[in-house]
C-alpha cells in the first residue's frame, strides 16, 4: 500500500508539471528504477500501474527479474546503469532496451550478441551533460558518430537518448543539463531521421523530474520516490 500510494503521489506531481508546461501525460512514461528492490516490491509497483522498470546491474536484474519478466509480459526491463563488453551478451539477451550505450565498442558488442534475439534490442545512446561521475559521449560530434555506427546495425534500434543531470540543489544546473539533451535530440532528428528513431529523452529522477518534464523529457527515471517507505 505504501508504494500504491507513492505512485499516486508521483502521479499527481506528474500531472501537475504536465499542466505548467502545456504537456499531456500520456507523453511521459514513469520508469521505476528497481536496483536493489526485491521482487515483492516490484510487484507492487507492477500492479500500482507501472510497467517500465530500470536496473543497473545485469547479473542482479536477471537472476532477480527472469521469472518476472516471462509472468509479467507486459513489463519492459530496461538497463540503465553502466555496462561492460563483458557483460554485453547477457544484457543483450535479457532486457528490452538499453539506456546507457555510452562509447562505439559497446555499440558493437550489443551487436554481435543480439544476433539470437526474435526482435531488435532498443537502443539510447547516453550524452554527458554534467554529473562528473557519469558516462556517456562528451558532445555532438561523438552522438553523431555513434548514431552512425547504431543505425548501421541490424539487430539494434535507435530508441532516443539518455542523460543524467548533476546532483546538486542548482537548480539552473540541472535545467542546463536538460535543456542540452534536448537540444542534442532536435538535431539528431534533423541529420538522422525518421524523428521516432530518437523519440524517447529519458531524463529526471526523483530529485529532479517536474523540472525534466518541463524541459522535455518522455520518460522518468524513479527509485527513491516509489520505494522508499
Given at each position: 500500500m505504501v508504494i500504491a500510494g507513492n505512485i499516486a503521489k508521483i502521479e499527481e506531481r506528474i500531472l501537475n508539471a504536465c499542466n505548467k508546461a502545456g504537456r499531456k501525460r500520456e507523453e511521459i512514461t514513469l520508469m521505476g528504477v528497481s536496483k536493489f528492490i526485491p521482487v515483492n516490491l516490484i510487484e507492487e509497483a507492477f500492479n500500482a500501474g507501472v510497467r517500465y522498470f530500470g536496473e543497473s546491474r545485469v547479473k542482479e536484474a536477471v537472476e532477480k527479474l527472469e521469472g518476472f519478466k516471462i509472468n509479467r509480459k507486459e513489463a519492459q526491463i530496461h538497463l540503465?546503469?553502466?555496462?561492460?563488453?563483458?557483460?554485453?551478451?547477457?544484457?543483450?539477451?535479457?532486457?528490452?532496451?538499453?539506456?546507457?550505450a555510452d562509447r562505439n565498442e559497446l555499440i558493437a558488442e550489443l551487436e554481435k550478441h543480439s544476433q539470437l534475439r526474435s526482435k531488435k534490442l532498443d537502443v539510447l545512446l547516453e550524452l554527458h551533460t554534467g554529473e562528473e561521475t557519469k558516462s556517456g559521449f562528451e558532445n555532438l560530434d561523438a552522438l553523431f558518430k555513434a548514431a552512425e555506427n547504431l543505425l548501421s546495425c541490424k539487430k539494434l534500434q535507435p530508441a532516443g537518448l539518455m542523460t543524467m543531470a548533476p546532483f546538486t540543489d542548482d537548480k539552473e544546473a540541472v535545467r542546463s543539463s536538460f535543456r542540452q539533451l534536448a537540444k542534442a535530440q532536435e538535431e539528431m532528428q534533423k541529420r538522422f531521421p525518421p524523428a521516432e528513431n530518437w523519440a524517447c529523452l529519458s531524463m529526471g529522477m526523483s530529485n529532479d523530474f517536474e523540472t525534466a518534464i518541463e524541459e522535455g523529457s518522455t520518460l522518468l527515471r524513479i527509485g527513491s520516490a516509489i520505494f522508499k517507505g
Open positions: 540503465i546503469g553502466s555496462l561492460q563488453r563483458n557483460k554485453a551478451k547477457n544484457a543483450a539477451m535479457f532486457f528490452d532496451c538499453v539506456q546507457s
